[in-house]
């Protein structure tokens, strides 16, 4: 089983200093994955500076801070030391790299993800396998001859076809309004099938056929203005109804 816990992520230092300890080649792979990542996804000026920041994250010149904050090494001179806050350096390198990708800042981020995705690596080998037993199941009693079993008999396809109401929607239903005794009906139609269904609703709209709207047309000789009769006068500019109201004036039904 693997030992995490050999491996100080802060320190980057081990308790076994060889080449096979499992958790210094699992930081050393994390860091070529992150790596090529990051090619794909930062500008292709910054390539670079991308394989200096390996360099610097697997020489162990990182160190990380309170608050998201780290110290870097400068890799060319072993005194300096850069900060990192917020996302940006006070290396000379900050102000000119393209979107301001230094090689300290790409290493801090590097050293991140690779730390992440190492343990997780290292964690998914340490957990070991749960096998899953077979669930026993309980013996199954052979039926005795006292007791018979009766057959049921299911229910065939035309007999599930005349009981469509078992379910919770009919497979075809439609409105239509008709008139009973002078009132407006909405009326529903389920049916199992669209012709079926068709075939009921011509024989319901023969049943009740759609009356015809009465005339709104006043008959001739009847003002509908003011339910009075009226008259057809004649003159030299033709005929024309007319009658005189209350008030004495002259209505020509217009």
């Known amino acids: 089983m693997t030992i995490v816990t050999s491996y100080d992520w802060n ?22 994955q992150v790596a090529v990542h990051a090619k794909q996804k930062l500008p292709e000026a ?12 697997l020489q ?18 072993g005194s300096t030391t850069y900060h990192l806050v917020d996302g940006s350096c006070d290396c000379r390198d900050f102000d000119k790299a393209p979107d301001n990708w230094c090689k300290h800042r790409i290493a801090f981020g590097i050293y991140k993800r ?15 396998a749960v096998q899953q037993e077979e669930p026993v199941l309980p013996p199954v009693e052979a039926p005795t001859r006292s007791a018979p ?10 007999q599930q076809a005349v009981s469509p109401m078992t379910h919770t929607e009919a497979p075809a239903s439609a409105n239509v309004y008709i008139e009973i005794a002078g009132r407006k009906v909405q009326l529903t139609l389920r049916d199992i099938s669209e ?13 009740f056929p759609e009356q015809e709207p009465a005339s709104t047309t006043p008959a001739e000789g009847w003002c509908s203005k003011h339910n009075v009769s009226i008259k057809l006068n004649h003159g030299k500019k033709g ?4 009658h005189k109201t209350d008030d004495g004036q002259w209505c020509n039904k217009k």
């Open 239 to 242: 005929s024309w109804w007319s």
């Open 195 to 207: 012709e079926q269904l068709l075939s009921r609703m011509e024989k319901l709209l023969a049943r």
């Open 114 to 128: 690779a730390t992440a995705l190492a343990q997780e690596q290292l964690q998914a080998l340490d957990t070991p």
């Open 60 to 77: 162990g010149e990182i160190e990380l801070l309170h608050d998201d904050k780290a110290r870097v090494g400068s890799q060319s001179n």
């Open 46 to 57: 910054v390539n670079g500076r991308i394989e200096a920041a390996c360099k610097i994250v």
């Open 149 to 158: 079993v009766t057959p049921v008999e299911l229910p065939t396809q035309s």
């Open 11 to 32: 320190s980057d230092s081990w308790t076994h200093h060889n080449g096979d300890n499992p958790a210094r080649k699992a930081f050393r792979e994390a860091i070529e």
